[in-house]
DNA sequence: GCTATAAATGGAAATGATTTTCATTAACAG
DNA sequence: CTGTTAATGAAAATCATTTCCATTTATAGC
């Protein structure tokens, strides 16, 4: 039911259709669920939301579901080490502004950052341009993370 | 049996028995496959490669030590989507100079880069510095990943 | 070198996330 | 509205990694 507000079809629809895949109420609340996320969500997690809410719809649908929006391009998916994967939404979101990690490698927590020094982006702009010519690698996309000691964690020791 | 050559024990002996591990043939000859790796390892890969000389070391040994290289710190354990941690020691090898990692998300090549852009590194530092002291965590490694298509995947297509 | 003790080990069984199978249901083009 | 085919759920299968536990081994102290 999640049709966004009144404007019509939502904002993925067409790159659904576009694709050759079917709108279903399933993948709707699969949306729905990622757009409103606050965390990272495994599989599991966001089975568990739409459950709640639909109990029809299988912890296989989930998977499908997700494997496509990956594919797509429109979640991340991520390893934190503990496990299970972790899906985040790459648009339409507040949570899908691209960031990086920050991962305590005692207690898992993970830190979203979006501040990036100025030369940040310029440089991995710069990176990615040298290493697509020497390689001859078409870059779409970068994970990096930063391992370490969170806040919590250093005072417990 | 690999004891390195003759100057007494290796390099990490040391380290190991400081932790207070105890040296045995089992972590000898992992440590000195990885040593010799030309790749990323997984752990079979791993096992496959000690089982050729040493037969009666099983495969739980091989997830035993690589859990406490990945601890120690002298080995880096990756996920590069294909279901299955990759290992690579993190010193003492040509292969272990620091360097990042370039990812076909079509055929999973993996192709590691050391020349870094001059920039790169003392803008990494720079990151790190910014963050560390932004959200008080202790920053110890880094994982920078670039996704895309390789050479011949691209001419595929 | 010999011994006692706790660490390390191997093999089998357990785990748990993800994938596959297959019969059934539902989306949607015409 | 209907036929075609994609999508689905439930159960079973996969498969990397972990756990269990009886046995072996490294090594500190004699
Ligand atoms: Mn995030
Ligand atoms: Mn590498
Ligand atoms: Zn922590
Ligand atoms: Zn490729």
Redo the contacts with the bound molecule.
Sequence with gaps: MPRGNGQGPVWWHGRF?GCG???????EVILDVLTKADRHL???DIYMKVHAAYP??????I???L?ILVNMGLVFKFDFGD???RYELAEGSNRSTHHHHLICTNCKRVVDYTDFIDDEIELLHKTEKGLSDKYNFTITNHLIQFYGLCDKCKKRK
Excluded: H, P, Q, W
């Design positions: 259709k895949y079917r709108i279903t109420v399933g993948r495994s599989a599991e029809a719809i299988g912890l296989t649908t998977y499908r579901t494997e496990g299970r994967a």
